[in-house]
């Protein structure tokens, strides 16, 4: 059974996720720790709870979602996990926050390509890689069956959806990868957002204004 625990972290306030296991090991989902005293709340999270972090995933690499992957990476030894298409996106990381206002270094760390579709495998647990473009060109979601859940990046928000006026989005993508990768999931899973609470699929369907007008579209 997988423990899963949350950070809101930057300026941008996004959720960093920390998912654990009982043979306590750990993976780090888009680690978003701007400030020295964020990047110390998550590791004091983990040591506090004698934790191994095994896997650093993003789900895509906009700055506020990979702002900490470069501590992660050197204190823990771990190499990114992400889409390819994503590379052309934290390789402008320092451009992107000088535009925003927000000095940042490169990413210096290995990293790991994943594709639609991979299985990563966590001890006993499996995440399916669902390529879902749109709010960024190679954004992903990692979806865990056995627990009924979807780390979802900026894909979908509750009563919302991720902007697609950043470079590189395409609203046509983002509609595109609702219809064919998370339509046909459960309405019971939960959706772990990249900003604001997690929310329940069914009710994004009920509820989610962008959603609801996708629907009436299928």
């Not at 654990?20 to 780090?28: D, G, H, R, S, V």
């Not at 050197?74 to 535009?99: C, M, S, T």
Request: glycine fraction near 8%; charged fraction near 20%; include cysteine.
């Amino acid at each position: 059974m997988l423990t899963i625990q949350s950070f809101c972290f930057n300026a941008f306030q996004e959720n960093t996720y920390v998912l654990y296991n009982e043979q306590k090991n750990a993976m780090i989902v888009d680690p978003g720790c701007y400030l020295r005293n964020e990047q110390e709340a998550l590791a004091n999270f983990i040591s506090e709870n004698n934790l191994k972090p095994t896997l650093l995933l993003n789900t895509h690499c906009h700055l506020d979602h990979v702002f900490g992957n470069n501590f992660v990476s050197e204190k823990y030894g771990l190499a990114a996990h992400f889409h390819k298409n994503e590379q052309p996106v934290i390789d402008r990381l320092p451009e992107g926050g000088a535009r925003w206002g927000v000095p940042c270094e490169p990413y210096t760390g290995a990293v790991e390509y994943i594709a639609q579709d991979d299985i990563i495998d966590f001890d006993k647990d499996q995440f399916k890689v669902l390529l879902t473009p749109g709010h960024s060109p190679g954004s992903v979601c990692f979806y865990n069956a056995g627990q009924d859940f979807m780390i979802g990046g900026d894909l979908i928000f509750k009563d919302g959806v991720g902007r697609t006026d950043l470079p590189g989005c395409n609203p046509l993508d983002l509609i595109k990868s609702i219809k064919t990768q998370i339509l046909p999931l459960p309405d019971t899973m939960t959706i772990y957002a990249g900003h604001g609470p997690e929310t329940n699929w069914g009710r994004e369907k009920k509820a989610n204004p962008y959603i609801l007008h996708i629907l009436k579209e299928q």
